[in-house]
């Protein structure tokens, strides 16, 4: 049996600012297995990156985490000193961040910084821990692992320095790796590079992975769960074939008709209508609803609860209550 990770459980972070509070994230919750790849789609300003850094508990000020329970192997990280969350941090949950050229420290040799969370979290000797760096340089792909040790990030291409991260990430072998966004910043040939390298690397040493992306293209063979989120809400959520082949949330629905086909006819994409929602001033019922082509007088008025859709399956989306009430009036006139 499969033992869990991570459940997250109605988790609320906001941002105090000037002009008020921007409530990120809105009660989610998940759970991650050990071994399990999940994937969180959305786009900018979703709450998928403050979902991550309010798991690794790296919020900077105004933002805090309201209220929600995240509990590492039982364990509810949340409440913990700051002193104990260093020990998990980097050691059990590691994240690699999607720019690795900011996240890099320019004044420090890439050793020098995979080394730092060697000594950090392990009892190796200064030796041993370059000893490591090396290995994991090579086990991530970069050629001449001992000549690369000794440079700064900037003598790096993209594509080398986002393995670096990788490297750096996977140093303590975690058992959770976060990937915010991890192939933005690089063009599609090495994007497919450093997904094919997580999947061999997961496969390798059986971590499990949260991969957080606004491109669902990006998940689409990696991903044995996908969450969908909107307005720091999981708008749906179910396995990669049932999002793909069954959306059942509008907002889903707009994402899979935005990604380009590379076969059949050349059609226009249709992007989605309007403007990311204000988190400063979320509606009063579903957050998709100003967007909705298809929205309802009750969208705007009700929050929609989970629906389950099948075992794998469920969206939070009143489409689908109509869905049901219409089938059932069906039945009654047969």
């Not at 000797?125 to 000794?150: Q, S």
């Not at 082949?245 to 309007?274: A, D, F, Q, W």
Request: proline letters at 4%; hydrophobic letters at 40%.
């Amino acid at each position: 049996m499969t033992e869990r990770l991570l459940e997250v459980r109605d988790l609320y972070t906001s941002f105090f600012t000037d002009a008020g509070e921007v409530k990120a994230v809105n009660g989610l919750s998940f759970n991650l297995d050990e071994g399990e790849v999940l994937g969180i789609v959305g786009e900018s300003g979703s709450g998928k990156s403050v979902t991550a850094y309010s798991i690794m508990r790296i919020l900077t000020d105004p933002g805090i985490i309201k209220s929600g329970k995240i509990l590492y192997k039982g364990q509810d990280i949340v409440s913990i000193p700051d002193k104990e969350m260093r020990k998990i941090r980097g050691a059990k949950i590691s994240i690699i961040f999607q720019d690795p050229m900011t996240s890099l420290n320019p004044t420090y040799t890439i050793g020098n910084q995979i080394e730092e969370a060697i000594l950090l979290h392990t009892n190796r000797t200064k030796k041993e821990a370059r000893e490591r760096a090396i290995e994991m340089l090579k086990l991530v792909g970069v050629n001449e692992p001992e000549k690369r040790v000794k440079q700064y990030p900037h003598e790096l291409s993209g594509g080398m320095r986002q393995r670096v991260m990788i490297a750096m990430a996977l140093a303590c072998e975690p058992d959770i790796l976060i990937a915010d966004e991890p192939t933005t910043a690089l063009d599609v040939t090495i994007q497919a590079q450093i997904l094919e390298l997580m999947q061999k690397l997961q496969k390798e040493l059986g971590m499990a992975i949260i991969m957080i992306t606004h491109d669902l293209g990006v998940i689409a063979d990696m991903c044995n769960t996908i969450i969908v989120m909107y307005g720091g809400r999981a708008c749906e959520r179910g396995t990669a074939d049932e999002i793909f082949y069954n959306p059942c949330h509008e907002y889903t629905k707009g994402l899979m008709r935005s990604i380009p086909s590379v076969v059949g006819k050349r059609e226009r994409l249709i992007p989605i209508s309007g403007t990311p929602i204000d988190q400063l001033n979320l509606p009063k019922g579903c957050a998709f609803a100003p967007r909705c082509d298809n929205a309802m007088r009750i969208c705007m008025e009700a929050q929609p609860d989970e629906i389950l859709i099948n075992k794998d399956h469920s969206a939070a989306c009143w489409m689908n209550v109509k869905k049901v009430y219409e089938e059932e009036a069906g039945k009654e006139k047969a």
